[in-house]
């Protein structure tokens, strides 16, 4: 989930390599991301089994597990998962979340030179980590991966209005002070705004997939001052940020909680489900 407001085949270009490095950065604190990153609401998981087929005894490929936020609940449904990470300190993590859980296989590397096993999966499951797959290897290998009618399950998270609302507008001078990339005056959208149309766009132009079905759920989770601060130093913008800049911002950031709102917060996440099924 992004840390501050933006709008909404690998290649050299510059954009790409930011993708690249930006993606690198989680795994530089592995530790701190278990901790402060906020999980999904149970609905979600009621929705996957439902509309993607990942309940008990289906056998999911997960992309992007990270520490294992959605792959330790979706293990407790019974599912049968590989989980496949990039970051070597990220899995380690997330092998220790799932020390209990004996049908799940946590595998180091990245997915797009991930060897596909022979047998396919029931459904490939990302959350909160498809974007950071290469756009040109994405599609076509995760249906690749999944059986006949397979599904692709992809979720999203964003930042939308709601919550502590005056917070989220007078914070974006720390953000314009100290990144000078942030556009000035940006807001949260509302969420009726993300429709998720670039990714059913995506899987339309890939033509492996049928329709795209869509699920949205909104949650508002507070967070104390240091709560706050841990859970934007797990944000790769925040991360890629020079050490003086970074300092910067979390010190005005604090200082607003602290001085104008109680040492307290409230952020409104939209998590939104797609699911797709490979013709």
């Known amino acids: 989930m992004p840390d501050k407001l933006t709008p909404a085949g690998r290649d050299d270009s510059p954009q790409e390599s930011r993708r690249v ?11 701190l991301y278990d901790r402060a990153r906020p999980g999904y609401p149970p609905r ?5 089994a439902a509309l993607a087929g990942a309940g008990c005894g289906s056998r999911v490929l997960e992309i992007g597990c990270g520490t294992g936020q959605a792959t330790v609940p979706l293990a407790a449904r019974g599912c049968r998962i590989t989980a496949v990470e990039a970051g070597a300190r990220m899995a380690e993590v997330a092998r ?34 498809f974007h950071w797959i290469d756009p040109a290897v994405r599609m076509a290998k995760a249906a690749d991966a999944l059986r006949a009618d397979g599904a692709l399950a992809v979720v999203r998270s964003q930042h939308v209005r709601g919550g502590t609302e ?5 914070v974006q001078h720390c953000y314009e002070r100290f990144d000078p990339a942030t556009p000035p005056g940006l807001r949260p959208p509302e969420a009726a705004a993300i429709d998720g149309s670039d990714h059913a766009a995506e899987v339309a132009r890939s033509g492996r997939f049928g329709p795209t079905l869509f699920r949205r759920h909104e949650q508002d989770l507070t967070y104390t001052t240091s709560e706050y601060l841990e859970l934007l130093l797990t944000y790769s913008g925040t991360r890629a940020l020079p050490r003086a800049a970074r300092d910067g911002l979390l010190d005005c950031v604090a200082a607003l909680i602290d001085g104008r709102y ?6 409104r996440y939209l998590i939104e489900l797609a699911v797709s099924h490979r013709r």
């Open 166 to 170: 005056d917070f989220f507008a007078e």
């Open 262 to 267: 109680g040492g307290r917060v409230t952020k």
């Open 96 to 129: 220790r979340n799932l020390a209990g859980s004996a049908a799940v296989e946590v595998v180091t590397g990245e997915f797009e030179s991930w060897p596909l096993p022979a047998e396919p999966f029931d459904a490939v499951v990302s959350a909160t980590a």
């Open 21 to 31: 490095l930006l993606s690198r950065t989680f795994d530089e604190e592995a530790e």
């Open 44 to 48: 979600l998981y009621d929705d996957l």
